[in-house]
């Protein structure tokens, strides 16, 4: 496929304008100003388009599109305990599935190529993934669960160690299995340890919850005289590659600790507003030398997959809270989105346009009234552009979604069985 006259995010931030650009199979295979010799199956004509590398949603439970909106107005503890844990305890697999498709077709419409998941029936997960063609990071949740908890079941190493043989680096790398601990919370400290162990052994990235609330914080240091971030590193789980969603609540040695463990942290900004957990301060953590990259969470707590209201939601935050409008700017927050993704999720063949990369990717149309006259086009897309303007997403060299259609994702299908989950799921 080639893309004609059309403007091009590349990976130093600069905009390159009227360019071609051309993919083959699944890779980027050119760029510039004057037209290949090849010839294409298609030609797409990007006029008052700016083709951008897909984003990187760092943090997602993509099957809690099936829990939308409960639990409104509670906070995390009685939001998880009376709203989400009880309701998680009647999903089957088959509910997981067209959740999680729910979710990616979501992801996909908002410029979204790839993400991380930590939930329950993963396998049932990466099916969609095969299916609609996003990649992932995908972990399954439960192993370090205390057995104490109400209405949570830990499953055994023997079901780690089958889901990470089955699907990981699946179809090119299109699914890579995680490790997940939920939090140190709802953990068992041994368990923990045997996690860290497990990653190790399988050489996986872990995705886990980290110091989300100021209570959460407070009771890890009662119950153990440290952090969360001192409590996970002590057992061993920051030895491997981890991504540490929310971060809203890190001491100055939780800083100089997760820099040195090669720690990324995924911002959650809108979910840490709608349970009043407070506000991460990602210009602080960057300036420690961080990874700092951008998580939705999942939809019974932001409540939408629409990453652009992420993007907006945390660089408004960020000047706000520092009264300083110079502090974080468009490129910053698009580079938080994409690259720094990528580099979290331990995928160095995406997150950025370039010849030779993987073609994950999304385009914007600015011929629509909410983006005209374009001054910067990427100031456009971080404060006015709405998910209508994208037009087009591709992971890993195929359109997954064009004009409104979804090309590999029967939508009327999903969204009919999800009404008839709705009704088994929340009918006494
Ligand atoms: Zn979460």
Not at 130 to 158: T, V
Not at 327 to 339: E, F, G, P, Q, Y
Request: aromatic share 8%; net charge negative; proline share 3%.
């Amino acid at each position: 496929m080639l893309f004609k006259n059309i403007n091009i995010l590349s990976c130093n931030g600069e905009i390159q304008k009227d360019m071609y650009l051309a993919v083959t199979n699944s890779i980027i295979s050119y760029m510039g100003k004057t037209a290949p010799t090849e010839t294409y199956d298609r030609v797409f004509d990007g006029t008052d388009m700016l083709l951008m590398p897909g984003f990187i949603n760092t943090h997602c439970h993509v099957p809690m599109t099936l829990l939308r909106s409960l639990g409104g107005n509670l906070s995390l503890s009685d939001w998880l305990t009376t709203a989400v844990f009880p309701t998680e305890a009647k999903l089957t697999e088959e509910f997981v599935y067209y959740g999680a498709m729910l979710g990616i077709a979501e992801m996909i419409k908002c410029g979204i190529t790839s993400f991380n998941d930590m939930y329950y029936f993963s396998q049932k997960i990466c099916t969609s993934l095969l299916e609609s063609g996003i990649n992932g990071n995908i972990a399954m949740d439960g192993f370090a669960f205390d057995d104490r908890l109400k209405n949570k079941y830990s499953i055994p190493a023997s079901v780690l160690y089958d889901f990470h043989k089955e699907f990981n680096n699946k179809n090119n790398g299109q699914i890579k299995t995680d490790m997940c601990i939920h939090a140190e919370y709802t953990s068992d400290p041994k368990k923990v340890e045997k996690l860290a162990e497990i990653a190790k052994n399988t050489g996986s990235n872990i995705q886990l919850h980290l110091s989300e609330t100021q209570s959460e914080t407070d009771g890890c240091i009662k119950r153990y005289g440290k952090t969360p971030a001192q409590f996970f590193c002590d057992y061993g789980v920051f030895d491997n590659p981890t991504t540490a969603a929310h971060c809203v609540y890190l001491s100055d040695d939780d800083l100089i600790l997760l820099k040195e463990k090669n720690v990324s942290v995924s911002h959650c900004p809108i979910s840490n507003l709608k349970l009043g957990s407070g506000i991460a301060d990602i210009v602080r953590i960057q300036q420690s030398g961080i990874n700092v990259t951008l998580g939705t969470d999942g939809s019974a707590s932001n409540d939408n997959l629409n990453f652009l209201e992420d993007l907006k939601t945390s660089i408004l935050l960020q000047k706000g809270i520092h009264k300083d409008a110079s502090l974080l700017t468009s490129r910053d927050i698009v580079r938080i989105a994409t690259k720094n993704g990528a580099i979290a999720q331990g995928r160095n063949n995406t997150g950025e346009i370039a010849v030779g990369k993987k073609a994950d990717l999304f385009i914007v149309n600015f011929n629509s009234p909410n983006l005209q006259p374009v001054t910067d086009m990427l100031n456009g897309v971080v404060y006015a552009s709405l998910p209508e303007n994208i037009v087009l997403t591709m992971a890993n060299g195929k359109v997954l979604y064009e004009k409104g259609e979804f090309k590999t994702i029967d939508i009327e299908s999903i969204l009919a069985n999800v009404k008839e989950i709705k009704k088994l799921l929340y009918s006494n």
